[in-house]
């Protein structure tokens, strides 16, 4: 977890080579859609592009059927996943269903104004739908009201762990890797 821009990505594909396990990234995955313009991205592409989230019965259902595919077999790490309140109940009851319970639930701490610089430099380089400058703020902002918040249900569960996510991308995958390291086996 994390707010835009702290770097869930990057860090997800290096944790996730790291232990063996897919990265799944829903914004990933609905991006994916909306380029070859499939049933499902036609109907996110409006959304992703004003910065509000994808209904919960989409997201679940992508996940749903992602889970159950043979590569999260051994493990899986989620990027991005879940949002609100909805989908931390959904991702209980599908873990419930496979007897695996959450191990634990990572966010990365950032300095928010940091991160909207960031993207605007991501903007001007990569050009993403959902990089204007008014959408990122609306990113961020949905982001503290309904994402942000649910860090404390984690915390409540004693499966919360924060990492400072400030500073050079490989010494941030240091301090992720030592912060998992209990979990490795
Ligand atoms: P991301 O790459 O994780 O920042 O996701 C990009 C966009 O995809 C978000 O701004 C949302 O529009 C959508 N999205 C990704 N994951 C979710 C999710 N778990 N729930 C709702 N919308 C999502």
Excluded: W
């Amino acid at each position: 977890m994390g707010p835009p821009g702290a770097g869930k990505g990057t860090q997800a594909e290096r944790i996730a080579e790291r232990f063996g396990i897919p990265a799944i990234s829903t914004g990933a995955i609905f991006r994916a859609n909306v380029k070859g313009q499939t049933e499902l991205g036609k109907q996110v592409e409006a959304i992703m592009a004003t910065g509000g989230y994808v209904p919960d019965e989409l997201t679940n259902a992508l996940v749903r059927d992602r889970l159950a595919e043979a590569d999260c077999a051994p493990g899986f790490l989620l990027d991005g996943y879940p949002r609100t309140v909805g989908q931390v109940h959904t991702l209980d009851g599908l873990l419930a269903e496979s007897g695996r319970p959450l191990e634990c639930a990572l966010e990365l701490i950032v300095d928010e104004d940091a991160m909207v610089a960031r993207l605007l430099a991501r903007a001007a380089d990569q050009g993403r739908a959902d990089d204007t400058e008014e959408v990122i703020r609306e990113r961020m902002s949905i982001y503290r009201a309904a994402t942000a918040p649910l860090t404390a249900i984690y915390a409540d569960q004693g499966k919360l762990r924060q990492v400072d996510g400030m500073g050079d991308i490989d010494e941030i995958t240091a301090r992720i890797v030592a912060a998992l390291a209990d979990l490795a086996d």
